[in-house]
């Protein structure tokens, strides 16, 4: 069974740019969510959707931030315009239906600096 | 507010010796409390976790130690070995919640 993947793995903008983060899940897993770990701070939650439904976007920081997952598959997380404070490590998890919070698989993450 | 507070920042353990790792959490609906291990590059893993309604869990030479009425929870890991510095992880959530509550990680080295 393939893992998450995320693409790309790094991406280096400056400030104000437009940045697109992919995330696979696993085959079959309708629970995505996406999580952002600033430089030495906790992983934090940013948004969960269940198959295409966004299900709780309570952590996005602002309106800079949009995700979506067209036909429940992967998801997309668009940064527009980039900040300064937008910069870590960007990780999606996914997890099988049912599951709920629990028995959530990551991807390797995106490193995102922003410049 | 941190919901989940983990110690120390950083642990440096001789080869075989014992690393141990402490999490503190508040919501007492929490009821899912796994650890992740990253190795660099990588994302986090779930290495082992617990429910509420056990004192401790063993998977080899992993345990978590749990103590609900303190509010807390630790990870031990024994006979520690190069391979197994990393970044732990603590974590917790609830039933019904969509979401883990993370806490901010220990860098662990094991030394030969």
């Known amino acids: 069974e393939a893992g998450v993947t995320q693409f790309p793995s790094h991406s280096v903008i400056e400030k104000g740019q437009t940045v697109t983060l992919r995330c696979d899940p696993i085959s079959g897993h309708d629970n995505l969510y996406w999580y952002r770990r600033v430089m030495g701070k906790e992983i934090k939650f940013l948004l969960h959707?269940?198959?295409?439904?966004?299900?709780?976007e309570s952590g996005m920081p602002n309106n800079r931030f949009l995700a979506e997952r067209t036909g429940g598959t992967y998801s997309t997380l668009k940064v527009q315009p980039a900040e300064l404070e937008d910069s870590g490590v960007y990780f999606c998890?996914?997890?099988?239906?049912?599951?709920?919070?629990?028995?959530?698989?990551f991807g390797p993450g995106t490193r995102l600096t922003v410049t | 507010q941190q919901q989940v507070k983990q110690s120390p920042q950083s642990l440096i353990v001789q080869k075989g010796g014992i690393s141990i790792i402490n999490c503190a959490y508040e919501?007492?609906?929490?009821?899912?409390f796994p650890w992740y291990q990253q190795f660099p590059g990588k994302g986090p893993a779930l290495l082992i976790a617990?429910?509420?309604?056990?004192s401790e869990k063993k998977e080899g030479r992993f345990t978590i130690s749990f103590n609900k009425s303190a509010k807390q929870f630790s990870l031990h890991i024994m006979d520690s070995q190069p391979g197994d510095s990393a970044t732990y992880f603590c974590?917790?959530?609830?039933?019904?919640?969509?979401?883990?509550?993370f806490g901010t990680g220990t860098s662990l080295t094991v030394i030969p």
């Open positions: 974590a917790a959530s609830r039933w019904d919640g969509n979401q883990f509550y």
């Open positions: 998890a996914s997890s099988r239906p049912g599951q709920g919070s629990y028995e959530q698989y």
């Open positions: 959707f269940v198959k295409e439904s966004k299900q709780d």
């Open positions: 919501n007492t609906a929490f009821d899912y």
């Open positions: 617990i429910r509420p309604d056990v």
